[in-house]
């Protein structure tokens, strides 16, 4: 239950720092890059080993692919705004069923490994929630802060927007719970292609010059360090950890 709380929370507060720093887009920014760090470090010490010790270890690649290739066409939906770029979306004032149902589909599956996870320290749990925060800063300034809204109330959409999307992991995680836990690794290892490549489309984005960009850089470093810091205080029960 506290996880269902967590997962709310962090949509609800990056939606509100989204609607009160929204005009800084540097941050989002930044707060993307420090996420993808950790990110991509936890599928690298958490997410990829627990897939691969698995006992269906065989042929997770395929799904880790899978991942990838789903998130692409995610992509296709949302435009890319999970790596923040949110300019295309601010032309017209439609809502943007596509881009809800990107976000949707994307927030759902993470929330699906999360089906039995009760510790609070789980690094893929801070994960998520960390992921969270940055792309509902993003979908917070992109409600709340449009030059258009002159009347400064949220519309209904827009909090219907929002709900649903807070709502997507912990429905994932609910739906998890009805599938036979021996699919938990083919789920992981389809997330784990889905931050694989959100993180890297973000850390690898090419900045105009090819300078080299210190503080993307020192962001990506803080992302990994806390990620590391959050592996080794976090403990492996690695016997018996997959049999519920």
């Known amino acids: 239950m506290i996880i269902v709380l967590l997962l709310i929370l962090s949509v609800i507060t990056g939606v509100f720092l989204g609607k009160y720093f929204g005009k800084k887009e540097k941050l989002a920014k930044n707060l993307l890059i420090l996420s993808a760090g950790f990110l991509i470090t936890i599928c690298l010490n958490e997410v990829f080993p627990q897939v691969y010790t698995s006992e269906e270890s065989g042929n997770l690649g395929i799904f880790v692919i899978l991942g990838v290739l789903l998130q692409m066409i995610l992509e296709a939906l949302t435009k890319g705004f999970e790596h923040g770029h949110f300019h295309h979306h601010n032309e017209h004032n439609i809502l943007p069923v596509a881009l809800m149902a990107g976000l949707f589909i994307h927030a759902f599956i993470e ?3 999360l089906a039995n996870e009760d510790n609070l320290a789980s690094p893929y749990l801070l994960g998520i929630i960390f992921h969270n925060i940055p792309i509902s800063f993003i979908l917070g300034a992109f409600l709340f802060n449009r030059k258009d809204s002159v009347q400064n109330k949220p519309s209904y959409p827009s909090l219907l927007i929002v709900a649903l999307f807070a709502l997507a992991s912990p429905l994932g995680m609910l739906l ?16 784990g292609g889905i931050f694989l490549h959100i993180s890297s489309v973000i850390i690898f984005e090419s900045n105009k010059n090819h300078n080299i960009d210190w503080l993307k850089i020192g ?6 360090s806390l990620a590391l810091i959050m592996h080794l205080f976090h403990s492996h029960p690695h016997a018996g950890h997959h049999h519920h």
């Open 111 to 113: 929330g699906i490994p």
């Open 176 to 191: 998890g719970n009805y599938f036979n836990p021996d699919l938990q690794p083919y789920f992981l290892a389809i997330v």
């Open 219 to 224: 962001l990506v470093i803080v992302g990994v």
